[in-house]
């Protein structure tokens, strides 16, 4: 029976280098790609990658924002992410503070590229479960159930993410201890994992802020 590929997501607004990347790489790996930052995390949760190569320059929501927020994501923690991209190497430390494995510099060397990859994925990842909190803004689905039993949801956008919790405003109001099914994406239907409301952050603001933390994560 033959061994399934392991899954790398490329993340480049310049369709020409994800062509290019797919060309070095598509005879060992599975390769999914997207031009649109903002559809990373979805396509993360839906394709569950073994690596993700991503680029910094681009529009709207730019690598940088992009890897510090993956990287604080708790599923993230076991999945390495490579900067691939043309802006000055002195960046590599920056990356590396916000979560990166490794940074690989435009034009791509295919041997490097391909040796970098093989090498993240054949050893340990570091636990980035400890990174600090970012005040990254994602979209969210919470569900859960009241006292009485009667199923509630709520679309909400996250503030100050962590890979262990976040902070998030309710129209709904939520009991403390209250036990939220959390869910991410375009439309909201990808499990991220489960969350304890812990505290009220704030209140008095017409939409109440509760502080969650995550007992449950999704693999």
């Not at 919470?142 to 890979?163: C, F, R």
Request: overall charge negative; hydrophobic content about 40%; aromatic content about 6%.
């Amino acid at each position: 029976m033959p061994v399934a590929k392991q899954r790398v997501l490329v993340i480049d607004d310049d369709e020409p280098m994800r062509d290019l990347i797919r060309a070095y790489l598509d005879d060992t790996y599975e390769v999914v790609d997207t031009g649109d930052p903002e559809n990373a995390l979805r396509m993360t949760l839906e394709h569950k990658p073994n690596a993700i190569l991503l680029d910094l320059g681009m529009p709207g929501f730019t690598g940088f924002e992009l890897c510090k927020t993956l990287s604080s994501l708790g599923f993230m923690h076991q999945i390495p992410i490579l900067i691939v991209s043309g802006a000055d190497a002195r960046n590599k430390a920056f990356c590396e503070s916000l979560g990166a494995s490794d940074y690989l510099h435009k034009p791509i060397d295919a041997e490097q590229l391909r040796d970098a990859l093989a090498q993240v994925l054949a050893g340990k990842v570091a636990d980035r479960r400890g990174a600090p909190r970012t005040n990254s803004r994602i979209a969210m689905k919470l569900k859960w159930n009241d006292k009485s039993g009667t199923p509630m949801e709520v679309q909400t956008v996250t503030e100050n993410v962590s890979a262990t919790g976040f902070l998030c405003g309710s129209k709904r109001n939520i009991e403390i201890g209250t036990q939220v099914e959390v869910f991410v994406g375009d439309d909201g239907e990808h499990y991220m994992g489960t969350a304890k409301v812990v505290r009220l952050e704030r209140s008095g603001t017409g939409v109440p802020f509760y502080g969650c933390h995550f007992i449950i994560k999704a693999e």
